[in-house]
């Protein structure tokens, strides 16, 4: 049996095979492991989103590109690059939990086409910034006085740190009461809200959470790509990608999203060269999964061994079941 005790220190061990790889790895391995922890992160926060508060949103990239944004400005006024990329992506939580007062308040449809207004609407603010040049974008030229193997090195180890942390938040947040009344809202917030969930303060821990994760990806992002270019750091492929990979993997679990991004990253890396091929392909599977397996990979895993453990399982009225075997009496 799993406990949480085995699943820290199983995470810990990982996390440690991981931060060691670079010793050993070449370039290419760590840059492509880099955009895999990216992907990661993002799966998880939308899967937390969504598979936690039933929140579906389509405008997450707006704090991948807000963390990116923020973190250029600061280096612009004179902070170091690595301290301003973490500063950035907190300052694209504060900017999520103002939004929330406005858009938790929609449901369903409404709220998925408001978050991508509010995206668009942020995106087309930081292209009128001199420093960013439309759509010409900018560079985090400071990263340039970095040796490259060593800025490779520590743009993998920001996403990797980052990946772990959230990963870790997202169980936390799971396994605490928070969690169990962002889950009820998931299922059904008119019953939750009658049996006393509070449910805007609730849906704003995740939203605000996952809004910070997905502002880490994207300066993990601007730390590797270096470049910051509007249409690619706020464009909305960034949800796409995310729905895929929660799709595939799976919407109610913590591992679900981690699946689908190995999914797609074994998809980019056999496929990607089929250019328009590759991006039809990736949208039949995802509609494949959505229309013939909603419950994901995992779900389909958690199924089979959930009706394994009830075949094995003494039927009902067994005689021969430990439960109903009879104690033989020491008494006279």
Known sequence: MTTPRTVLGGGAAVLLLAALLPLVAGASVIDKLTGLFILMLLAAMWGLMAGQAGLVSVGQQAFFGLGGYFALRL?????????????????????????????LRLKDGEFAIATWVAAEVIRILVMLDPLVQGETGTSLIALNAVEPTLRRNLGYGFALVSLAAMLLAVWCLARSPVGAASRALGDDDEAAASVGVRVLPTRRVVYVLAAFGCALAGVAWLASAITFLPRTNFGVQWSVLMLFMVLVGGLRSLAGPIVGALVLFTLQESLGDFGVWYLAGVGALATLFALALPQGLVGLWQQRQARRAAQAAPPA???????LTPTRSNSP
């Not at 006024?77 to 929330?100: C, M, T």
């Not at 009225?317 to 439960?323: A, I, K, N």
């Open 317 to 323: 009225g067994d005689p021969f079941s430990p439960s």
């Open 75 to 103: 280096v612009d006024g004179g902070l170091p690059a690595y301290p301003a990329l973490l500063i950035g992506a907190v300052g694209a939580a504060v900017v999520a939990w103002g939004l929330s007062f406005f858009l």
